[in-house]
């Protein structure tokens, strides 16, 4: 019996406008930078023209993406609402799958803009074992003081001991496939950000994810009983913002670029890792076919790495030892150099930035749950 499960960061999926680029320069869309614009009434209706005719391409692109992996189970970040969620899955996905993913299910977590933690089901697999939801539960009201994890560096950031450890939310879904249990740990944890206190952004917020790593960990420790837990059928999907290696960029496209793996011993994910408690499936994968995101920042600043993870419980993973997960990077923009051989063939009308399917690629396996 199998299921294809998926993780994907969609990318702001929102039925709301964001106006705060009239205050705030870093939220501001570059298009409307261009022009000189009057006042805040003005601004609003130039956002609103300008969100409407990028998201039909966008979620056009989106749903290919999310078609392409051929998924029963799909966790997704970046999700405004089971509204959105609905919307979305209605007026395109469906369109292109035919079959919908009738299950939806999210809840508010701790984002300060509102982007949760999601999931779409199908009611049953490819092959017809049915998926039956069981219950949903919430771990974004967990603090660092309930949990024991607040260290002096989370202080030296600004966190206190009772604020909520999961910057959206540890969201645990379980499930029974075919007859057979599985829980999902849907996350999204918190983002590198900007320099400060004399490093970078991801070294300067690296405490807060591995406090987030740590909760998520204990979480499934306590569920399971810490003797047995990596012996039981779960799986953590999502964005971790954070990676174990980066294939650094250089060259350019007229002289060819070059990419070289880079590993970095601290990682948030050793945490989880640590001891054989579960496994990166992707790291199954060839060292430069690993990457689910580009980042730059100019020509200075480039890499490729994996941010986002479907990462298995040890008994489930030893079940499924020759489960090599798919990446989807045909929605990524023209922009992302691809190492030699890699190369794929874009979606219709994807741009050199944008549109694209996501700033992220989804993540795919095939798993034996017998």
Not at 283 to 290: A, N, T
Request: charged share 25%; proline share 4%; aromatic share 8%.
């Amino acid at each position: 019996m199998s299921l294809r499960l998926a993780t994907f960061n969609i990318e702001n999926l929102m039925n709301r406008f964001d106006f705060s680029g009239y205050r705030n320069q870093l939220n501001e869309d570059r298009t409307l930078a261009l022009f000189d614009i009057q006042n805040e009434a003005e601004y609003r209706l130039l956002e609103q023209a300008r969100t409407i005719a990028q998201s039909d391409d966008t979620r056009q692109l989106s749903a290919l993406a999310i078609a392409a992996t051929r998924a029963d189970i799909i966790c997704l970040q970046e999700v405004d609402n089971i509204e959105a969620l609905k919307a979305f899955e209605y007026g395109y996905l469906f369109k292109m799958v035919g079959q919908g993913y009738r299950q939806k299910y999210t809840t508010s977590g701790n984002d300060s803009r509102g982007i949760d933690v999601a999931v779409m089901m199908r009611t049953e697999t490819e092959h017809g074992e049915p998926i039956e939801f069981v219950r949903m539960t919430s771990h974004a009201y967990v603090t660092y003081e309930q949990f024991g994890l607040h260290t002096p560096e989370l202080a030296a950031l600004g966190n206190e001991p009772n604020e909520r450890i999961f910057r959206r939310d540890c969201l645990e879904i379980d499930l029974k496939v075919g007859g057979k249990p599985l829980t999902l740990y849907l996350v999204h944890f918190k983002s590198m950000g900007p320099p400060r206190n004399g490093l970078d952004g991801r070294q300067a917020s690296m405490p807060v994810r591995i406090a987030e790593a740590q909760a998520v960990r204990r979480i499934i420790e306590e569920r399971f009983g810490k003797d047995h837990a990596a012996d039981k059928s779960w799986a953590i999907c999502g964005d971790m913002n954070d990676y174990r290696q980066r294939v650094v960029i250089g060259g350019d496209s007229f002289s060819g670029y070059q990419f070289d793996v880079v590993d970095d011993a601290q990682s948030c994910l050793n945490v989880l890792t640590a001891g054989g408690f579960c496994e990166n499936l992707v790291e199954r994968r060839p060292e430069l076919d690993r990457w689910t995101l580009f980042h730059t920042r100019g020509p200075q600043e480039r890499h490729l790495c994996q941010l986002d993870y479907i990462l298995l419980s040890k008994g489930l993973a030893a079940r499924n030892a020759n489960a090599v997960p798919d990446i989807i990077r045909n929605g990524q923009p023209f922009r992302t150099p691809f190492p030699t051989g890699q190369e794929v063939e874009r979606f219709p009308r994807v741009g050199w930035d944008r549109p694209k399917a996501s700033d992220h690629c989804p993540v795919a396996v095939t798993l034996d749950l017998a």
